[in-house]
């Protein structure tokens, strides 16, 4: 008896349509979703939790219901849930942004480097030397491969196509307003603590996958070192990553103004250029292995 409720083919086309072409480049529903939260928050804002939920709550029922509509009116159409697959699906984009900056911190470009660390992560990068910034390209492929990839497969075979769109509303908002900055520190907390829960499961999964391709190092890190990361979730992917690489991830980290120091993950060096394409590679076989278990569950 499949346990999904869609189409594990529409799945499976969905991963190979962002294989093969990333983003949709015109049109994109995930943008279109950014630019009505960002109008709803000029209306909803306050420096209060219960604002932030009601911030959160309307969006993601909103995302949940249109995913509902999309359901009875197409039920298990491969091509529907394909297409829903393609646009929350974020794997291929990630790692074409940690190749174009790879190539810039091969070629010595610093300067190119810090002005597209942006595509990838917040982390402020006015004061990172190329160490820096080849650090947080691998810290960002590692977390993104759960958030980009793992995760929206994991909940569209959960809970269908209301699962992808709610996953990605959810990892939007937070990437949107769950920072711990002084306008967001309250606004941004029900975000935050959604994405927190949603990603669960599938960042272990994710940490897993890395260490199955990957070997015995990475399950000792993953083990280790994985909850030594401020986020319940990040540091199970960056902790098997930095096993599976042989390189030692976490350190100081600025975000417009505010410093967290984070613990240290892994034994082995400092991580180079070379080693984001190891990274982005390394996430897409996790991709793949996440789309043929899932669609080994159809």
């Given at each position: 008896m499949s346990l999904m409720r869609v189409s594990g083919e529409g799945l499976l086309l969905?991963?190979?349509?962002?294989?093969?072409?990333?983003d949709p480049k015109r049109?994109?529903?995930?943008?279109?979703?950014?630019?009505?939260?960002?109008?709803?928050?000029?209306?909803?804002?306050?420096?209060?939790?219960?604002?932030?939920?009601?911030?959160?709550?309307?969006?993601?029922?909103?995302?949940?219901?249109?995913?509902?509509?999309?359901?009875?009116?197409?039920?298990?159409?491969?091509?529907?849930?394909?297409?829903?697959?393609w646009v929350v699906l974020g794997g291929t984009s990630l790692g074409r942004e940690g190749l174009v900056m790879a190539r810039l911190l091969e070629?010595?470009?610093?300067?190119?480097?810090?002005?597209?660390?942006?595509?990838?992560?917040a982390r402020d990068p006015?004061?990172?030397?190329?160490?820096?910034?080849?650090?947080?390209?691998?810290?960002?492929?590692?977390e993104n491969t759960s958030d980009a990839a793992v995760a929206p497969l994991v909940w569209g075979a959960v809970a269908g196509i209301p699962g992808l769109l709610v996953y990605r509303a959810v990892n939007t908002l937070d990437a949107m307003v769950g920072y711990r900055s002084p306008r967001y520190e309250r606004f941004g907390w029900a975000a935050a603590r959604l994405d927190d829960a949603l990603n669960w499961v599938p960042a272990r999964a994710t940490g897993?996958?890395?260490?199955?391709?990957?070997?015995?190092?990475?399950?000792?890190?993953?083990?280790?070192d994985g909850k030594k990361h401020p986020s319940p979730n990040a540091g199970r992917c960056e902790a098997a990553f930095a096993g599976a690489l042989g390189v030692r991830l976490g350190g100081v980290n600025e975000y417009g103004g505010r410093?967290?120091?984070?613990?240290?993950?892994?034994?082995?060096?400092?991580?180079?250029?070379?080693?984001?394409r190891r990274a982005v590679g390394l996430s897409a076989a996790v991709t793949f292995a996440a789309a043929a278990i899932v669609w080994s569950l159809r």
């Open positions: 969905g991963v190979a349509l962002d294989a093969l072409f990333g049109w994109h529903p995930v943008a279109g979703f950014g630019k009505v939260a960002s109008a709803a928050e000029k209306w909803v804002y306050g420096d209060s939790r219960w604002r932030g939920v009601v911030y959160a709550g309307v969006l993601v029922g909103g995302a949940g219901a249109v995913g509902v509509a999309l359901e009875r009116v197409a039920g298990r159409s491969v091509l529907v849930t394909a297409g829903c697959t070629g010595g470009e610093l300067e190119g480097a810090r002005g597209r660390l942006s595509h990838l992560c006015r004061g990172l030397d190329e160490a820096g910034l080849v650090r947080a390209v691998v810290e960002s492929v590692a897993a996958l890395v260490a199955l391709f990957s070997g015995r190092d990475s399950w000792r890190v993953l083990w280790r410093v967290e120091r984070r613990p240290e993950m892994g034994d082995g060096r400092a991580p180079e250029a070379r080693d984001i």
